[in-house]
Nanobody
């Protein structure tokens, strides 16, 4: 069983920055950030594989940066130039597969989420 705990959410103004963190209780091959806005489905925004491969959704490329502290088993998501459309609950997820990609079903473990609200 892998436990994930997100932190770092909050309310920021448009153009601001935030860093989200996800502390894991064990090592997994892939970790990812998903987000879900009210009335929308849960979408992946970024993923990190232990091989070092990082992927980003087109909508966040250039503004979001994912990183992983292996020693601390912690995943980070740096978000720059926040926009109102980034407002959502952000979830951390983990998978033992290196090929989980954007497939939500491939992620077995999920955190409780951290809320990001961007005010205009």
């Amino acid at each position: 069983q892998v436990q994930l705990a997100e932190s770092g959410g909050g309310t920021v103004q448009t153009g601001g920055s935030l860093t989200l963190s996800c502390a894991g209780s064990a090592y997994t091959r892939t970790m990812a950030w998903f987000r879900q806005a009210p009335g929308n489905g849960r979408e992946e925004v970024a993923s990190f594989v232990t091989t070092g491969r990082k992927t980003y959704a087109e909508s966040v490329k250039g503004r979001f940066s994912i990183s992983h502290d292996n020693a601390e088993k912690t995943l980070h998501l740096k978000i720059n130039d926040l926009k109102p459309e980034d407002t959502a609950m952000y979830y951390c997820a983990a998978s033992h597969s290196c090929f989980a990609g954007t497939d939500r079903a491939a992620y077995k473990w999920w955190g409780q989420g951290t809320q990001v609200t961007v005010s205009s």
